[in-house]
């Protein structure tokens, strides 16, 4: 079960790692992670199909690649199969990111997509790191500053 406390985890891990910014929440679900960034600050937009959704500033639709470069940090908590385009965006308009994956986009076991992320990311000129949150469920970030 995932802890109700990760959107609280992650908003705080960013604004301490990243400062307080524009935000791109990518697949954000019903923009919990959104109202915890906004709440200290961030500027957020969230990216989902989601109809159902907090009162947050929100694109209901497919986040791509080809979205308009209005951010400063790119975040996919439990992104799901978007968690991928989460870093080839940042490195396409060399952005930092965080990102804490789920479920692999292509079936692949937890810690080699862990792996396949992180090698992803440092093919893309970044120098990744990793942090863990202190909740249950999946909790390990991902994440870089610019390039």
């Known amino acids: 079960m995932a802890d109700h406390l990760r959107f609280q985890h992650f908003a705080r891990f ?8 524009r935000v791109f929440d990518v697949a954000g679900g019903m923009g919990k992670l959104n109202q915890e960034l906004t709440a200290l600050g961030c500027a957020t937009t969230t990216f989902d ?16 690649l080809e979205e ?6 790119v975040v ?9 385009v989460v870093i080839e965006y940042a490195a396409k308009h060399r952005l930092p990111f965080a990102v804490i994956p789920c479920c692999a986009d292509n079936g692949m076991p937890y810690k080699p997509w862990m792996r396949h992320l992180t090698e992803l990311a440092a093919t893309l000129g970044y120098a990744p790191q990793e942090s863990t949150l202190p909740m249950r469920g999946r909790a ?8």
Do not use: N, S
Request: aromatic share 8%; with cysteine; proline share 4%.
């Open 76 to 84: 996919g908590l439990h992104a799901d199969g978007a968690t991928r």
């Open 14 to 21: 960013l604004v301490d790692t990243f400062g307080v910014c």
């Open 68 to 73: 308009p470069c209005e951010a400063d940090l």
């Open 49 to 64: 199909r989601r109809h159902k959704r907090l009162p947050v500033t929100y694109a209901e639709r497919d986040f791509t």
């Open 140 to 147: 390990r970030i991902i994440w870089a500053k610019a390039r």
